[in-house]
């Protein structure tokens, strides 16, 4: 029989036991962590996230949408703090920039389904097509081949965990872990001002938005997170001591400019 052994899901199902077995390796800790089968890559229960993360992401793009419309969003305490920036971010810009980021991600894979699945060629997207639109059908074409993209996809089996790259995070290729990338930053973007439990943090210093976030991706240095800057043109990831340096400067930086401002 060809059929080659099975292999453990690729997925986020199998994160508690990927971390034990590389303890393992590591230490020779045992541990009794049941591990679950891909069939063959990804297991049902991760096909089946998959889809549900496509399926509400249109809906979350328009809640993204409207905040671009608005432009209250992207007003940034950056400006207001007087983080050093030379580009200062315009009213609504963070709300533009992660639907571009995510809406050219769907299309740039639902071409790659059209082309290696269904053997179509089509533009990445078709002239005239407004947003919207062209989301839903670039979602349409992802959610019906959900099983071909996590079971057949050329990167399906690429790890999911991004890679810290210097200052970096190098998101995962393998397209559940990108479908989940998206669902997350979309979710986070609508829910940033309900959630008054959410740390406020410093802008970046990189891009001066208003976009960091504690990183739950990484590992952790003692107790504390890695920051990483949710912008996807910027992505800048502070360790702990350098995000505290950070801020230590901007607290600086703006006592400076108070008392200049006041003499
Ligand atoms: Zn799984
Ligand atoms: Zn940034």
Redesign the pocket.
């Known amino acids: 029989m060809p059929t080659s052994a099975p292999a453990p899901c690729h997925g986020p199902c199998n994160t508690a036991w990927r971390r034990a077995e590389h303890r393992r390796t590591a230490t020779g800790t045992d541990h009794d962590i049941p591990v679950t089968w891909g069939t063959p890559i990804h297991c049902a229960d991760c096909v089946d996230r998959t889809g549900d993360y496509l399926a509400d992401l249109p809906h979350l793009l328009d809640l993204v949408a409207l905040e671009a419309l608005d432009g209250q969003r992207g007003v940034p305490s950056a400006s207001t703090h007087g983080a050093p920036t030379d580009t200062t971010p315009w009213p609504g810009q963070a709300a533009r920039l992660l639907i571009d980021h995510i809406a050219g991600g769907l299309a740039e894979t639902a071409a790659t389904v059209r082309a290696l699945h269904h053997h179509r060629d089509q533009p990445l997207r078709r002239p005239g097509i407004r947003e919207a639109e062209w989301i839903r059908e670039s979602v349409n074409t992802l959610f019906h081949a959900v099983d071909w993209l996590l079971q057949e996809h050329p990167l399906a089996t690429e790890s999911h965990e991004p890679l810290r790259r210097a200052h970096s995070v190098v998101h995962s290729g393998n397209p559940a872990a990108q479908v989940a990338h998206w669902h997350t930053a979309a979710t986070r973007f609508t829910r940033r001002d309900r959630a008054p439990e959410t740390k406020r943090l410093a802008?970046?210093?990189?891009?001066?938005?208003p976009?960091?976030t504690e990183c739950r991706d990484l590992h952790l240095i003692g107790d504390e997170p890695y920051i990483e800057?949710?912008?996807p043109?910027?992505?800048?990831l502070y360790r702990p001591d350098e995000y505290r340096r950070h801020v230590k400067d901007l607290v600086a930086t703006t006592r400076l400019k108070h008392r200049e401002d006041s003499r």
């Open positions: 802008p970046c210093a990189r891009c001066g938005g976009w960091l800057c949710q912008n043109e910027c992505q800048t």
